[in-house]
């Protein structure tokens, strides 16, 4: 082990210890005994109240105007005192679908500090998408902005479903006026008598592979995984001394550019809430536009960007990233993902050498919770995913679900606190994905000696070619290693003699003249010649991908398959 593994080891125990801020001890929590933290908040509500403390701090701006935490919870209880007025009682839904704006955050904090289940929807969905998504959650409340309210149709709106909206100007009949109700005074919302398993979040998976999943979680999950992030920034502060001191040094307030969805955990746990707990500033931006990311960093003074690795990387690519006076305040850079493209932690490690720069591994269904490392940790082992959380037990499985031992490959399965109480209204999909409190995640990957995670692909991202096994990721991160390759995803399509072939949809850099036989000679150059893809289309337009930046490959493979059969 090295010294910098041994370091991590020992003060992850020290922080973890009896008496220390993050002491863990175990719980029973459905009828087993799990690790959490001590001083963790029980519920959500009382998670949020406490950030009143932060009083006229500056929590979020917004095109140029700033929601100070007074002003943010003057208009939480509004609209707390608005909901309880229409009657709606603990455990019931309060869907929330708009782009990330402050009112997202009021509408979701009120719901939750009067004990209902704030249940954020894909913004980015169309009518036919946001009617399923209702549906399933069946909403006493749907928060929305205009945007979102002309996607669906009046039959949603006598549903026996309330509708507060942020709009300008008139607005259909039988619509709450949000701007006229979170103007109304009204005193401290008190949270109602609740229990650590009581439900306080549905989010819904990404839906990456097939239609979007909610994930119901219970006050006590939630409140762990926000501890969680806690522990993380201690054990990377302590484990990282230099760069924190060149932080402080600059004596500037730590600002995070938000531009990942808050209807996804990377979004609303790692930025808004965590923000929201310890008194830091969010920047919200409407939607995703490296240029536009530049002129934010520079004149917001921003220090923490998080974001899908394809969004770090237009992020790099842009003019001017390298100047002390574009960037200069930027601290960190953190990304996540199976397969990270070596270019971007060369990248990351030659232009941001001493940044507390960091990576992580988890999913919705655990809140967030798996594994994570940045710093010199990230420095450290830049291809994994870090070390794994305090409150997480791992099991590397084989095919029948035994333990593997480190360094051999397998799927990942979590256990823990923050685990999924399971999908709502969906018994099927929870037994499929559950084993004994054990969730499956789905994802192929090893521990280290040392205890670092490293995530290799998904399970369905496995090519079987003529029983050889390829990790999809692998020849992704290789093709993207050319310089002119923008996006690449790889999957498997059908072979009469194969059984699977190794195909390829890949986006290069417009006037590049890059053609499939160079891209299959770049990747014969650095790979075994049978994971050299069969077929490869290329394309100048970008690839597509859902609001958290994973790309669509069942999407592009029917595409692809259809394409080919025609």
Request: charged share 20%; net charge negative.
């Amino acid at each position: 082990m090295s010294p910098l593994s041994e370091l991590a080891h020992k003060v992850r125990a020290q922080l973890t210890a009896p008496g220390a801020p993050f002491e863990t001890e175990e719980a029973e929590v459905d009828g087993r005994s799990l690790r959490v933290y001590r001083n963790a908040f029980p519920t959500l509500p009382a998670l949020i109240s406490s950030a009143r403390a932060h009083g006229a701090k500056p929590f979020i701006r917004y095109q140029g105007e700033t929601w100070t935490y007074d002003r943010f919870f003057a208009e939480v209880d509004a609209i707390a005192a608005q909901l309880r007025a229409w009657g709606l009682k603990p455990g019931e839904r309060v869907a929330i679908a708009m782009r990330n704006r402050p009112e997202w955050a009021v509408v979701f904090a009120a719901a939750a500090l009067i004990g209902a289940v704030p249940a954020p929807l894909n913004s980015f969905g169309l009518g036919e998408e946001l009617h399923a998504a209702l549906e399933d959650v069946e909403p006493q409340v749907f928060a929305c902005d205009a945007e979102r309210l002309a996607r669906i149709d009046a039959d949603t709106r006598v549903a026996g479903c309330r509708i507060l909206c942020v709009g300008e100007g008139a607005l259909p009949a039988g619509v709450a006026d949000y701007r006229a109700l979170a103007s109304q005074g009204a005193e401290p919302a008190q949270a109602p008598a609740l229990g650590p398993d009581d439900p306080a979040l549905i989010l819904f998976t990404s839906g990456a592979t097939s239609r979007a999943k909610g994930v119901l979680s219970s006050q006590r999950a939630v409140c762990q995984a926000l501890f969680n992030i806690d522990f993380i920034g201690a054990l990377s502060g302590m484990t990282s001394p230099e760069a924190v001191a060149a932080l402080m040094a600059k004596g500037l307030p730590p600002t995070t550019l938000t531009a990942v969805p808050l209807f996804h955990v990377s979004g609303l746990h790692a930025q808004l809430l965590s923000s929201l707990r310890n008194g830091r500033q969010l920047v919200f931006v409407t939607r995703w536009d490296p240029a536009q990311a530049m002129d934010v960093i520079r004149e917001e003074r921003i220090t923490q960007f998080n974001g899908a690795p394809s969004m770090v990387m237009q992020l790099l690519a842009q003019p001017g990233f390298d100047d002390p006076a574009q960037t200069g305040t930027l601290a960190g850079l953190g990304f996540g993902g199976a397969g990270l493209p070596q270019r971007l932690i060369d990248e990351v490690m030659q232009r941001r050498p001493n940044s507390l720069s960091g990576i992580g591994f988890g999913l919705t269904e655990t809140n967030g919770v798996g594994a994570a490392a940045s710093g010199a940790l990230f420095a450290y082992k830049p291809r994994s995913s870090g070390m794994t959380s305090p409150i997480v037990e791992v099991r590397i499985a084989d095919i029948d679900g035994q333990p593997l031992a480190p360094c051999q490959s397998g799927e990942i399965w979590l256990r823990g606190v923050t685990v999924m109480q399971g999908y709502w209204r969906n018994p099927d999909a929870t037994a499929a994905a559950m084993q004994d409190g054990w969730f499956r995640t789905g994802d192929v990957g090893y521990l280290d000696e040392e205890g670092f995670l490293f995530v290799v692909d998904r399970i369905k991202d496995v090519i079987n070619r003529c029983g050889e096994k390829i990790a999809a990721a692998e020849v992704e991160s290789c093709l993207l290693q050319q310089p002119d390759v923008l996006e690449a995803a790889v999957f498997a399509v059908p072979d009469e003699e194969m059984g699977e072939a190794v195909a390829a949809v890949v986006s290069v850099r417009e006037g590049s003249g890059l053609d499939a036989e160079a891209l299959r000679a770049h990747v014969g150059a650095h790979l075994a010649a049978y994971k050299v893809p069969a077929i490869v289309q290329v394309r100048a337009d970008a690839l597509p991908r859902n609001p958290a930046g994973k790309l669509l490959k069942s999407q592009l493979r029917s595409a692809f398959i259809a394409a080919s059969q025609a």
